[in-house]
């Protein structure tokens, strides 16, 4: 049985769950999300809770779609409530970004500014090297901060570059020390 399936999902007050066939429906003070689950997966609303079953829980593949099925309900049941965030650093000399309208314009390093068009449902704010992505769909907030993260990674030797806040980046050692160790030896 899956662990995370078989939990039943408590719903809050300000939260309404509407489910028809294989569709659910979240309302919440931040927005309305729905998802259409898959044919072997139902699920029963039982007051303030609802209940995530599938056909089969002893086929290996509805074991997998049970627990996934709860966890994207209860993320959505979480966004429309407190909703997701993900923050970026920029690291670099020059290295800048600000909201313009609906996009984001970045400086860099490159001989010309990249302007990030953001996608419906996200909103971003940037204060001194930090951007935050906020969203209600935890999947879109974290492509989102994917896609601005791989317009500028974070390269390994002066750590310059876009990363996730709390990403710990290896650096490696410069020229300086791979000369100074081949000197040693030889001759």
């Known amino acids: 049985m899956s662990r995370i399936g078989k939990r039943p999902i408590n719903i809050p007050s300000e939260v309404t769950a509407n489910i028809k066939e294989q569709t ?18 139902r699920v029963k609303s039982e007051g303030s809770t609802l209940v995530v079953n599938v056909n ?15 966890r994207l309900i209860e993320n ?3 966004g429309v ?3 997701f965030e993900k923050r970026l650093e920029i690291n ?4 800048r970004a600000a909201v313009e309208g609906a996009n984001l314009a970045l400086n860099l390093g490159f001989s010309h500014p990249v302007s990030f068009p953001l996608p419906k449902g996200i909103a971003t704010s940037v204060e001194k090297n930090v951007i935050t992505v906020k969203g209600i769909e935890k999947q879109l ?8 993260r791989a317009l500028r990674p974070p390269e390994p030797y002066k750590g310059k570059g876009i990363k996730y806040e709390g990403e710990v980046i290896r650096r490696k050692a410069g020229k300086q020390v791979k000369a100074a160790g081949a000197g040693t030896g030889g001759k």
Do not use: C
């Open 76 to 78: 959505m049941i979480i």
């Open 92 to 95: 670099g000399v020059g290295y």
């Open 141 to 148: 907030v974290g492509e989102v901060a994917a896609q601005i």
């Open 24 to 41: 659910i429906t979240v309302k919440g003070p931040k927005g309305e999300l729905s998802l259409t689950l898959h044919p072997h997966v």
């Open 81 to 83: 409530t407190k909703g």
């Open 56 to 70: 089969d829980p002893e086929l290996k593949d509805d074991k997998a779609l049970w627990g996934l099925s709860a």
